[in-house]
């Protein structure tokens, strides 16, 4: 497996609480990959901690040289006066390649994500809007690994079909994609394998077809257990 992303033994301690605890994991790439758990299972953290946005206590996180990341995170905020034209202009200014400035370029992300070129602002959007916006933010770069918090989360049923219909547009397409999401019927529609976290640990992996067991039973199985 060509590694896109590696996890060795990362631990992550806030004062005198473990919230990742010697957490292994591999991602290759074009692979959709999934963190599974409850709440304070340690996904967010894990996925900060891979972004450099939250130090690792101990261990190693290898990301393949040359690797660029999106990422779209759970509550997405954009600037409220503004279109989602502006809201890609500016992240691309800060991103600092100028061919990703281009308007033509941008508008391709608008379409991909089923969004409009108009002059609407951020604050007349639906949630299911600011999620198809936050996606497009996350594909300025071209990136080659995506890391999505909830990108179906609080969507309408047609949302969630869009959005999953997106995903799977970039898979085909060799992305290799990390969801961190609580809805298991998604998850195994568009993902490869993953792990189910609880307490910071790996208790389990899935592989997806593989056991004839569905993913929501074995997730109320593992993670209701105390």
């Not at 953290?45 to 660029?68: E, P, R």
């Not at 995903?167 to 993953?194: F, M, P, V």
Request: with cysteine; proline share 3%.
């Amino acid at each position: 497996m060509n590694e896109m992303i590696s996890l060795e033994n990362v631990t992550k301690t806030y004062k005198d609480k473990t919230v990742v605890d010697k957490l292994s994991l591999s991602v290759g790439k074009g692979e959709v990959f999934a963190l599974l758990g409850a709440n304070g299972a340690g996904k967010t953290t894990t996925i900060k901690m891979i972004l450099g946005l939250a130090k690792v206590s101990s261990g190693n996180i290898k990301i393949a040289d040359g690797t660029k990341i999106g990422y779209s995170p759970e509550t997405p905020y954009f600037p409220p006066y503004l279109t989602a034209m502006e809201v890609l202009s500016y992240y691309a200014g800060i991103e600092g390649d100028k061919s990703k400035k281009d308007k033509s370029y941008l508008k391709k992300l608008l379409d991909v994500t089923g969004l409009e070129d108009t002059k609407t602002k951020v604050k007349n959007y639906s949630k299911g809007m600011i999620q198809r916006l936050a996606l497009a933010q996350a594909l300025i770069a071209d990136p080659d690994i995506l890391i999505l918090d909830e990108p179906t989360a609080g969507l309408d049923a047609l949302g969630r079909k869009h959005n999953l219909e997106l995903l799977e547009s970039l898979k085909k397409a060799g992305k290799t994609i990390i969801i961190n999401s609580h809805i298991l019927h998604d998850i195994e529609a568009i993902c490869d394998r993953g792990v189910i976290m609880k307490k910071g640990k790996v208790i389990d992996t899935w592989t997806n077809g593989v056991s004839h067991e569905s993913l929501e039973d074995k997730f109320i199985r593992l993670v209701g257990e105390e």
